[in-house]
């Protein structure tokens, strides 16, 4: 609804029309021809991608020539916003149900691995072996080339991520407190890194000018009625980036846009959240 939206559509579409935009990008996944040329090629291409993405790619000439983008001046200001990724997301990690048959079981199976500092990092990043060795003080550190670059200790997985998702039977339950970098484990090679592009990005100036939105809880009813309305709201937001980004907008486009968002509940829909935020703030004084 902004009008800032329609100026970045026009922005997408100049770089379509100059060819610096692949035409693969409006699918709903990315396919597997595409990623495995990303991981493969021998020059880097123009373009972006966020978080792990650039670990995958094992030729580490083509992989150190992709850098992390400064925080670029607009016309209205500077550019980036702030995701609340970096505390504590959610409580309900792990539920036992009602029907449950053997709860005794799950909750002895949680304890186990939260219980154990080790067991709680190897499982959600990678086993001994695969993503960790023991240095001389027995603390779990990523293996690192001379040059500080990943290093496979296992032939069959070339990266961080393939490696981890291959020796991990789960991602959760686990906890990694703080108190356990430099006493179990040193901080992951994955995290380090993208802190360093993140810092690149303007990370430190962003942090001090927004204020990120809660985690909040939502009753069941606004739970039940986001299900209704979201999904659509969502496919029209898709079907006018893909048609703008393609052919252009103009005003005619950009009115119906907003049209077709209001008659889909997108009101109601910044209400509920609205709602959700108020009532943690009012919680959290």
Request: proline content about 3%; hydrophobic content about 35%; overall charge negative.
């Amino acid at each position: 609804m902004d009008e800032a939206f329609k100026k970045t559509a026009e922005f997408f579409n100049m770089l379509y029309e100059e060819g610096l935009i692949w035409n693969g990008s409006f699918e709903a996944d990315s396919s597997m021809a595409f990623n495995a040329s990303l991981i493969k090629e021998n020059v880097a291409k123009i373009g972006s991608f966020g978080v792990w993405g650039d670990q995958e790619i094992t030729n580490q000439e083509v992989h150190d020539q992709y850098v992390a983008v400064p925080r670029l001046q607009g016309e209205d200001g500077m550019t980036g916003f702030e995701c609340n990724y970096s505390e504590l997301q959610d409580s309900s990690d792990t539920a036992i149900t009602t029907t449950c048959k053997f709860p005794h079981v799950v909750a002895r199976f949680v304890d186990y691995m939260v219980g154990d500092p080790e067991i709680s990092v190897t499982s959600n990043w990678g086993a001994i072996g695969y993503n960790y060795e023991k240095d001389e003080d027995g603390i779990l550190r990523t293996p690192l080339d001379e040059n500080g670059n990943y290093k496979p200790l296992n032939p069959d997985y070339k990266n961080f991520g393939e490696a981890r998702i291959n020796s991990t039977t789960c991602r959760g339950s686990m906890i990694v407190q703080n108190e356990y970098y430099d006493t179990v484990c040193g901080y992951t090679f994955d995290a380090v890194k993208l802190l360093e592009m993140q810092k690149e990005n303007g990370k430190d100036d962003i942090m001090e000018e927004y204020d990120t939105i809660p985690r909040v809880l939502m009753t069941q009813e606004e739970i039940q009625r986001l299900a209704q309305i979201q999904p659509t709201i969502s496919d029209i937001v898709d079907r006018y980036i893909t048609t703008w980004v393609t052919g252009g907008v103009d005003d005619a486009s950009w009115d119906s846009y907003k049209t077709e968002l209001e008659g889909a509940g997108l009101n109601e829909l910044v209400e509920i959240y609205q709602g959700a935020v108020d009532r943690a703030a009012s919680a959290a004084n």
